[in-house]
């Protein structure tokens, strides 16, 4: 923007726009959380038997809530319509959207490092 300089009226200075801060760095989502997600899924839709549920990879809570919800593998095509995923300080929150047997639902999860190791430790079908 220009602005006069005092006692020159004929003389202005340029005053230049503050530069705008830089977009935040994102963090990579590493592999072997899509993996957990996947054989989460995999086992809810009965593509997978829920015994490759390891209890070092997935919390109690996250079998009990897929062998609960389990469905038949015969009754159609799954397909991952979206997968979302926020790293956060050793943490990684994924929610996406499945298309299954005509209808389309939501699923929520919540990954957990500890000592080079990911962990499902929530998951919900809603």
Not at 47 to 59: A, E, G, I, K
Request: with cysteine; hydrophobic share 40%.
């Amino acid at each position: 923007m220009l602005h006069p300089i005092p006692g020159l009226t004929h003389l202005m200075y340029l005053v230049p726009e503050p530069a705008p801060a830089p977009p935040p760095q994102k963090t990579p989502v590493p592999r072997e959380v899509s993996g957990l997600i996947r054989v989460a899924l995999d086992s809810l839709f009965g593509l997978r038997p829920v015994t490759q549920l390891n209890h070092r990879r997935f919390d109690a809570s996250v079998r009990s809530h897929i062998t609960a919800r389990q469905r038949a593998g015969d009754a159609g095509v799954v397909k991952l319509i979206s997968c979302h995923v926020q790293m956060h300080e050793q943490v990684a929150e994924a929610f996406g959207s499945i298309r299954y047997a005509g209808a389309i639902t939501a699923y929520a999860a919540r990954l957990g490092e500890s000592g080079g190791t990911w962990r499902m430790l929530s998951f919900r079908m809603l």
